[in-house]
């Protein structure tokens, strides 16, 4: 699988390259671009969907961690309240974890998004162009 920086810099350059060049792109190199950020946008759904799960995963790890804490902690007669506080301090590295993967999954989510707006507006490009030609 590709790397995040490296997707991310593929769709990056792309886009900039459609961004300074869609007013004078034939409409080869307009498919192209699309073709290549189709491409990538694949990659990056992938990548987004194993953030999503990691997400996942890493809230219940916290969470079952914080159980098991408060409860050993209860047994051993510690307010339930104290518990509760100390068992998530305790689970403050999984909770780090968790927030990171959401982040990370919620920004390429948005990426995405924005990414399938330029390929849909190379699209319009294409077709404009096409009609154009048309006698």
């Not at 953030?51 to 079952?64: G, P, V």
């Not at 909770?95 to 920004?107: D, P, S």
Request: hydrophobic residues 35%; contains cysteine.
């Amino acid at each position: 699988m590709i790397s995040p920086s490296e997707i991310l810099n593929k769709i990056s350059t792309q886009i900039n390259w459609y961004s300074a060049h869609s007013n004078k792109a034939t409409i080869e190199q307009l498919l192209d671009c699309k073709d290549l950020l189709v491409g990538y946008n694949y990659h990056l759904a992938e990548l987004m969907s194993t953030y999503f799960l990691n997400y996942t995963k890493c809230y219940y790890i916290r969470k079952i961690k914080v159980a098991r804490v408060k409860n050993v902690l209860i047994k051993n007669k510690t307010a339930i309240g104290t518990a509760e506080s100390i068992a998530t301090e305790q689970s403050a590295n999984e909770f780090e974890q968790e927030v990171e993967n959401e982040a990370m999954a919620q920004r390429l989510d948005n990426l995405l998004r924005q990414s399938n707006k330029v390929v849909d507006a190379i699209s319009q490009r294409v077709s404009v162009l096409k009609k154009e030609r048309e006698p």
